[in-house]
């Protein structure tokens, strides 16, 4: 089983509708981070965060701690949100001695016009 | 500012070859990052750096050397390329912020590196 587990692993909807994109993890961690990459390949970091809720436009981030579980709310979703969102974990000790960085394998997204 | 640049875009090594990979940052980071993407299995961390003149090993370390003699600058070095190191490698920088965490602000994410190895 992997540490980090995104679902689903795609998503298509159509424009204006309400998109959540889920990631359960199975180590403790200290942050996690939720990435997006561009059809391109460009990618770029939307949030980083270790307890609550995050807001930024129209993208909304959550985190529980308790139950090892991120959301990530896209609200009035546009054609332009069409990218793979990747969750990643800071948590727990690599093998080579150092803070780990384990990340999901992503979810597809695509908006339909 | 240019903001994270990576060179080359484009690369393509028989097996053995070796060469270093470039990535360059404006923003007065003091974290730099290496990570290799590939079908299937996500990003993975290769090597990563806290400040000028340090480096330290991330989750697939093995087949790569990595140095940062100047802040602005960390390269990426395949000393003997291998088929498995075919990959899309991606370089990134970042604040820091505060504590000890590996990653402590928003990354910068430089355009990737397509490399093919034969």
């Known amino acids: 089983k992997n540490e980090v587990e995104q679902s689903p692993q795609n998503l298509t909807a159509q424009e204006g509708e309400f998109i959540t994109i889920n990631c359960s993890y199975s180590?403790?961690?200290?942050?996690l981070h939720w990435l997006q990459q561009h059809p391109g390949g460009g990618i770029v970091s939307l949030f980083m965060?270790?307890?609550g809720k995050k807001k930024h436009g129209r993208l909304i981030a959550t985190i529980n701690i308790q139950e090892k579980h991120s959301s990530l709310h896209i609200t009035a979703s546009h054609p332009r949100d069409s990218a793979v969102y990747i969750c990643?974990?800071?948590?727990?000790?690599?093998?080579?001695?150092?803070?780990?960085?384990?990340f999901g394998t992503g979810t597809r997204l695509t908006i339909i016009p | 500012n240019a903001g994270v640049t990576q060179t080359p875009k484009f690369r393509v090594l028989k097996t053995g070859q070796s060469m270093t990979l470039l990535c360059a940052q404006d923003?007065?980071?003091?974290?730099m990052y290496w990570y290799r993407q590939d079908p299937g299995m996500g990003l993975r961390l290769i090597h990563y750096?806290?400040?000028?003149?340090?480096?330290a090993k991330g989750e697939v370390p093995d087949g790569y050397n990595v140095s940062r003699l100047k802040k602005q600058n960390f390269l990426l070095g395949l000393e003997s390329a291998a088929p498995s190191q075919t990959s899309v490698y991606f370089c990134?920088?970042?604040?820091?912020?505060?504590?000890?965490?590996?990653?402590?602000?928003?990354?910068?994410f430089g355009p990737g590196t397509r490399l093919t190895v034969l």
């Open positions: 990134a920088s970042s604040r820091r912020d505060r504590g000890p965490l590996l990653i402590t602000d928003t990354q910068y």
């Open positions: 180590v403790g961690i200290s942050a």
């Open positions: 965060l270790s307890s």
């Open positions: 990643a974990v800071i948590g727990g000790i690599s093998n080579f001695g150092n803070e780990k960085l384990t």
């Open positions: 923003m007065n980071h003091e974290y």
């Open positions: 750096s806290v400040g000028e003149g340090t480096t």
